[in-house]
């Protein structure tokens, strides 16, 4: 079973526009609507490629209820923490591959939810991998649950991932190239790789849009280009690729690599968030060109 954990979850509206950078009214003729959020993205993707996974999540409020409804929907599994406050709102407004995002805040966990989320993650081991994924606004909830000592795999951007690292069992680290820039300063993903390697991470993937990625395993880099799609938007690429590579582990390196990268190009195709559809997730993995550095 794969744990994932959505501490900031959202209802998030989707809207297709012809210039999602411009200030103009807006009256697309479809839009969609999800519970979205990294850790709650990853674990859509999972459910769609046939694992036994459960999503935890803090919810609260209004909007909080419409996630739970959402989330029941679609027939994830789910363990909800009630937090004070209300869960945020999001929109995107995308073009061809080119989208704006607008974000609400969130509820501010307080150290009871805390307490409240590990105990709900605790209760569901043992675990093939806890996936802790997405924005956080409280300093301890992470690397608490990295010490429960199950496999890792952390995709955000946070001071705190330094310290997760440090408590060990990390079997994927994924932050985007963006994200390695503003914790350790660094723009070379291969170079951002091989710091999480070092890190202890057993994976380390490094993503920067439709641009090249970088995957490392033990001494060898996979420099990967990505799969010649038309984009709706990129909006859960990067959690459809964590969910591929979790999914396509035991079939070795080489195979592993090439499904993940199908996934996230799967889904940067279509207007849902994180929504994938296995055989044409296995089709585009045939597709996917990569080289290898030793490291």
């Known amino acids: 079973?794969?744990?994932?954990?959505?501490?900031?979850?959202?209802?998030?509206?989707?809207?297709?526009?012809?210039?999602?950078?411009?200030?103009?009214?807006?009256?697309?003729?479809?839009?969609?609507?999800?519970?979205?959020?990294?850790?709650?993205?990853?674990?859509?993707?999972?459910?769609?490629?046939?694992?036994?996974?459960?999503?935890?999540?803090?919810?609260?409020?209004?909007?909080?209820?419409?996630?739970?409804?959402?989330?029941?929907?679609?027939?994830?599994?789910?363990?909800?923490?009630?937090v004070r406050g209300e869960n945020r709102a999001g929109s995107t407004l995308f073009h061809q591959g080119e989208h704006t995002t607008i974000y609400g805040p969130g509820p501010v966990l307080e150290d009871g939810d805390v307490e409240a989320l590990v105990a709900s993650v605790r209760a569901l081991l043992p675990a093939r991998c806890i996936v802790l994924a997405g924005s956080v606004n409280h300093k301890t909830l992470y690397p608490r649950l990295a010490s429960l000592g199950a496999p890792l795999a952390l995709d955000f951007c946070h001071p705190c991932l330094d310290e997760c690292m440090k408590l060990g069992n990390v079997l994927i680290a994924k932050p985007n190239l963006r994200e390695l820039g503003y914790l350790y300063g660094v723009s070379d993903p291969v170079v951002g790789a091989h710091r999480l390697h070092d890190q202890g991470a057993r994976w380390s993937v490094v993503t920067d849009g439709p641009s090249q990625a970088i995957f490392q395993s033990g001494g060898v880099v996979r420099c990967v280009e990505p799969v010649p799609v038309r984009a709706v938007h990129p909006v859960g690429c990067g959690d459809a690729l964590l969910a591929g590579l979790l999914h396509a582990l035991p079939r070795g390196p080489q195979r592993a690599v090439a499904f993940a990268m199908a996934c996230g190009a799967h889904n940067a195709a279509r207007p849902e968030i994180a929504s994938l559809d296995p055989a044409a997730c296995e089709a585009l993995a045939r597709q996917v060109k990569m080289s290898r550095l030793e490291s």
């Open 1 to 82: 079973m794969f744990i994932t954990v959505t501490a900031n979850p959202m209802v998030e509206h989707l809207f297709p526009v012809a210039d999602p950078t411009g200030a103009h009214r807006h009256r697309p003729a479809q839009a969609w609507s999800f519970a979205t959020g990294k850790g709650l993205n990853v674990a859509r993707a999972l459910k769609d490629l046939g694992e036994d996974v459960v999503a935890v999540l803090a919810v609260g409020g209004r909007r909080g209820r419409e996630i739970v409804e959402r989330v029941e929907g679609e027939g994830i599994r789910s363990r909800i923490v009630a």
